[in-house]
C-alpha cells in the first residue's frame, strides 16, 4: 500500500512538474510583424489596429529575451504619445494594449508606460483596475506603477500628497464587487508612500 501510495505521488508530482514546464515555456514575439503593426497603428491609430498588435503580444508574462526585438521597442517607446492619448481617450482595446506592452517593456520604455497608465488612474480608474487584474502577473510589484508620480514631484511634498490623495480618491470610486481586491490592494500601496 505504502508503495502503491509513492507510486502515485511520483506520478502526480511528474504531471504537476510537466504542466508547469509547458506553463513557463517563453514565447517566441514575432518582431517584424509587431513592428509593422506598430507603424501602421502609429500612423492612424485604431481600435482595430490596436487589436492587431495585442494578437502579437504575448499574454500573462514578461519576455526576458528583447534582444532581438530593441528597435521594435525602441521604435514604440520614440512615438509613444501616440498611445497615450488614445489610451486617455478610453478607447478599450488601446488600453490592454498600453498594459499588454509590459510583456516587452524595460528601463526607459517601462518607466513611460508606468507613467502613463499610473494616470490613466485619474482618466478612468474602473478601467485602469479592470486592466491590472487582468494583466497582474506583468507586475510583480505595483510600486512603480501606482507611485509613477514620484519622479515628478520629487521635490514638491505637497504636490506629491495631492496627487497621492487624489489617486486614492478616485480608486475608491469605483464599487465594482469584481474590482474590490485589487483596488484594496492598490490603496494600501499608495498609502504606503
Avoid at 494616470?119 to 497582474?136: C, S, T, V
Avoid at 486614492?168 to 464587487?177: F, N, Q, R, T, Y
Wanted: proline content about 4%.
Amino acid at each position: 500500500m505504502k508503495r502503491r501510495l509513492m507510486l502515485i505521488g511520483a506520478c502526480a508530482w511528474l504531471a504537476l512538474s510537466t504542466a508547469a514546464g509547458w506553463a513557463q515555456t517563453p514565447a517566441v514575439v514575432d518582431w517584424n510583424g509587431l513592428q509593422e503593426a506598430w507603424d501602421q497603428y502609429y500612423a492612424a491609430p485604431s481600435e482595430e489596429k490596436a487589436q492587431k498588435m495585442l494578437n502579437l503580444l504575448p499574454a500573462g508574462q514578461k519576455i526576458m529575451d528583447i534582444k532581438n526585438g530593441f528597435d521594435v521597442i525602441n521604435s514604440i517607446n520614440d512615438h509613444l504619445g501616440v498611445l497615450e492619448g488614445e489610451i486617455y481617450s478610453g478607447y478599450p482595446t488601446s488600453v490592454r494594449l498600453g498594459f499588454r506592452l509590459f510583456s516587452i517593456s524595460y528601463g526607459a520604455f517601462e518607466v513611460s508606460m508606468n507613467k502613463i497608465l499610473g494616470n490613466l488612474i485619474a482618466f478612468n480608474p474602473r478601467m485602469f483596475l479592470e486592466q491590472l487584474q487582468a494583466n497582474r502577473d506583468l507586475f510583480p510589484s505595483l510600486e512603480p506603477l501606482l507611485g509613477s508620480y514620484l519622479r515628478d514631484t520629487a521635490n514638491d511634498p505637497v504636490a506629491r500628497n495631492l496627487e497621492q490623495k487624489l489617486r486614492i480618491k478616485a480608486l475608491e470610486s469605483v464599487e465594482d464587487k469584481d474590482l474590490k481586491a485589487i483596488r484594496k490592494e492598490c490603496i494600501k500601496v499608495l498609502k504606503g508612500f
